[in-house]
């Protein structure tokens, strides 16, 4: 139960951000609680699916940087990259090759496990 719990605080965390769902408050709530490994994650996979060529990037990359400019998730972000969880990943998978449910399946089932 715990398991599927954290699949959807992350997926909501995603797409939240991604759809502008959620307001950058309740985002920041979400990201502030979020293991600092996936919050990592999540913003590299955004990073990596709204680039410069993509027509929604100013919005979901503008509310990105609205909530991790706060210091406390950019300290996060910070520790998160440090995690070993993201060397597996990134050693592993590429941030395009996965959609947003398959890759967090995939990352929370890795930091669950």
Do not use: C, N
């Amino acid at each position: 139960m715990a398991f599927e719990q954290e699949q959807k605080a992350a997926l909501r965390i995603l797409q939240g951000i991604e759809e502008g769902t959620m307001s950058a408050a309740d985002s920041f709530a979400l990201v502030d609680d979020a293991d600092p490994a996936l919050v990592f994650l999540i913003s590299g996979w955004l990073r990596a699916h709204y680039g410069p060529g993509h027509a929604a990037s100013d919005a979901v990359l503008g509310r990105l940087v609205a909530i991790t400019s706060k210091p406390a998730i950019a300290a996060k972000l910070k520790a998160g990259q440090q995690d070993p969880v993201v060397e597996w990943f990134e050693d592993g998978y590429s941030y395009r090759e996965l959609g947003a449910k398959d890759f967090i399946a995939l990352i929370v089932d890795k930091l669950e496990g």
